[in-house]
Each structure stands twice: as structure tokens, then as C-alpha cells.
């Protein structure tokens, strides 16, 4: 997403008041990529497991997984970007992480906005072309269709990284690097195209889309109505906040090249732009698979499975040890209880051997008489 870690870097000395502010706001925005890096890397891994692994394959299943896999693979990536702004936006990674970096960025911002239009679309078609969308909705054309959007992110992207570079100032102790853009970048198309491309088409797509699906289900009973308005409302006041913001940046860098004062809002604005449009890989979790009862249903299944699985180890250790006591309980008891029969079966046999030795000196006493 688009990640300007220094487009210019200035000498001029600075107010102490203005030093404060600066340091304060990258504080704040670093706490807050840490959040986001933690909460959408397991937010959206747990949305790829469920969507991936748990339910059923369908049009909905693909956008989703689709949508968090990008939103997942910017968060990972968000490590750089907290890496390099703790050491004051120096970057220790090389040119070639500096542009894949820049590149798995806006590719995965590109990526995640036009899954978002794609399933705004998808979802105006299923409500308003109901018999349209059964006959031609398959899991087939929305796989196709996301492969189309990763490809299309990839070509939008591609003009942006080819501008990055490794920059070095030098300095009395060492030197010091820095990712940002070539002098010579024509930073005004660039930011207008992703503009364009990546904020005003998209918005105006959802905005027309979620319109009519409220249109449509304002026929619904009440408290769905509700609830499908609430829905409705979050998805399209969370996109315009948490992207409108950097883009409205962009346009102040580009003017702060002729007007120094401008550059003050970037330098404090900036960060916090970069945050809003960093939790939106946060919030698509919640606002569009979360809200979904059918993912709720699956994610409290996988969860009590996990439960039930760990549970049944404890129990079968449980019964095992206990299997094992009481089977040597019995062979305890059992061995006590043999143990006067075979010594009543011994005393028995030595009677009886007894007894013979008695009879046989008796008959041989009376054939001595006999003869």
C-alpha cells in the first residue's frame, strides 16, 4: 500500500517545538504499524485457514480468501516498514528488498481495493439479477476473475517500483541509506494515477454498488433492514476514511516540492495517513467476513474442535492412567486370592501323597502275614 518511507529528505534545521511533534507522531505510528502488523497478520491468517480449509468452496469462499491472502501478505511485509521507521527511515535491506518491498506494497493495495469492488459488484448482481447470478455465478469465473485482479495489481504497481532506488547521504561517521524515489520522478502522475486507480474508480463502484443493495433490501424485514444498512454503512465510511487520507497526502508531497511550509503537514500528517490505510487490511477481516453468519458458524466449529481435540488427549491420558492403576489393582488382587488356593492345592497334594504311602505299607503288611 502506498509506503513512501522518504520521498525528500531535508537538512534544514527545525523548530524544537516542531522536533517534538515529529518524534511524537512517528511514536504513535509506530505503535500502531506494530498493532496492525500483529492483529492482521492473525486476523487474516485465521481468515485464509477458515475459507481455505473450513468452508465450502464457493463465490463468496474465493473472494475472501483472495482478500485476506493480500491483505495478509501486506501485513508480513509491514516488518520492514516498523524496522525503518525505528531506525529513522533508514533502510538496511538493500536496493533489491527496497523496490520488492515498494512492489508487494501496492501490489496487495491495488489487490485488496479491487477485490473490494469485485465484491461489491458481485454482491449488487446476486441481489438484483437473482436469476442471472444462480445461472452464472460459478466458483470457476470468480477464480478467474481474482487471477485477473492480481495480474492488473501487478501491471499498476509495476510504473511505481521502477522509480525507487537506495539513496545515500553521507555522513561524517557512516553513511546512511534511504528508499525513496529518484529526483527526476514525475511523483504527480504517479500519485494521480494511484489515485485514480486505486481510491476514486473503486470508491464510486462501492458507493453505486452498496447504494443499490440498500435500495434493495429496504424491502426486508425490519431488523434485518437494520442491520444490513449498519453493514452497509461501515464498509463504505471505512474505505473512504482509511484511504482518502493518503492520497490527499500525496497531492500536499507533490505541492511541498514549491512550498516549504506544506512540507510540515507531510512530515506530521503522513504517518497518520499511513496508518489509516494500513488498518484497512485490519478492518476487511471484520467488515466483510466476520459480519458473514455462515464464517461465524465455521470459525466457533474449528474453535470447539480445537477444544474438543485437545479435551479428548487429556481424557484418553486420563482414562489411560487410569486404565493402567486399576488393571494392576486387579492383578494385585487376583494374586491374593490365588495365592491360599495354590497353597491349599499343595497341602491337598502332600495328603494325598500321604494317604498312598499309608496304603501301600498296609498291603504289603498284609501279604507278609498272608504267606
Not at 26 to 50: E, H, K, P, R, S
Not at 54 to 65: A, D, I, Y
Amino acid at each position: 500500500m502506498g509506503t513512501d518511507n522518504v520521498t525528500n529528505i531535508t537538512t534544514a534545521p527545525q523548530p524544537d517545538g516542531l522536533d517534538g511533534v515529529k518524534k511524537t507522531v512517528q511514536m504513535v505510528a509506530l505503535v500502531l504499524y506494530c498493532v496492525i502488523f500483529m492483529a492482521g497478520t492473525l486476523g487474516n491468517g485465521v481468515v485464509i485457514y477458515v475459507t481455505g480449509c473450513r468452508m465450502k468452496r464457493t463465490v463468496h469462499s474465493v473472494w475472501f480468501l483472495n482478500l485476506a491472502l493480500a491483505d495478509f501478505i501486506f501485513t508480513a511485509f509491514l516488518i520492514f516498514k516498523i524496522i525503518s521507521i525505528s531506525r529513522a527511515h533508514q533502510w538496511q535491506f538493500g536496493q533489491f528488498m527496497c523496490k520488492l518491498f515498494h512492489f508487494v506494497s501496492l501490489v496487495n493495495m491495488f489487490a485488496s481495493v479491487f477485490l473490494l469492488t469485485a465484491i461489491s459488484l458481485d454482491r449488487c448482481l446476486s441481489i438484483w439479477v437473482v436469476v442471472w447470478a444462480h445461472n452464472k455465478r460459478t466458483v470457476r469465473k470468480a477464480q478467474v476473475i481474482c487471477v485477473v485482479i492480481w495480474m492488473t495489481a501487478a501491471v499498476c504497481s509495476t510504473p511505481d517500483v521502477t522509480f525507487r532506488h537506495l539513496r545515500v547521504r553521507k555522513e561524517k561517521i557512516e553513511d546512511k541509506f534511504y528508499c525513496s524515489y529518484f529526483v527526476t520522478t514525475p511523483l504527480w502522475i504517479l500519485y494521480m494515477f494511484r489515485f485514480v486507480m486505486g481510491f476514486l474508480i473503486p470508491f464510486l463502484v462501492i458507493l453505486v454498488s452498496y447504494v443499490a443493495i440498500g435500495v434493495r433490501t429496504g424491502r426486508m424485514q425490519t431488523t434485518r433492514k437494520q442491520r444490513s444498512r449498519r453493514i452497509i454503512f461501515a464498509i463504505i465510511v471505512a474505505f473512504f476514511i482509511c484511504w482518502l487520507p493518503l492520497h490527499i497526502i500525496h497531492i500536499i508531497d507533490v505541492n511541498a516540492m514549491t512550498n516549504p511550509e506544506l512540507e510540515k503537514i507531510v512530515e506530521i500528517g503522513g504517518p497518520l495517513a499511513h496508518s489509516l490505510a494500513f488498518l484497512n487490511s485490519c478492518l476487511n477481516p471484520i467488515l466483510y467476513v466476520f459480519m458473514c453468519d455462515e464464517f461465524q458458524k465455521k470459525i466457533k466449529q474449528s474453535i470447539c474442535f480445537v477444544l474438543e481435540s485437545a479435551l479428548a488427549e487429556d481424557h484418553l491420558s486420563l482414562m489411560s492412567s487410569r486404565s493402567l492403576s486399576s488393571h494392576f489393582s486387579r492383578v494385585t488382587r487376583m494374586s491374593d486370592s490365588t495365592a491360599p488356593v495354590e497353597r491349599q492345592g499343595t497341602s491337598t497334594s502332600l495328603n494325598s501323597e500321604e494317604s498312598k504311602v499309608v496304603i501301600t505299607v498296609e498291603r504289603e503288611r498284609e501279604t507278609g502275614s498272608t504267606d
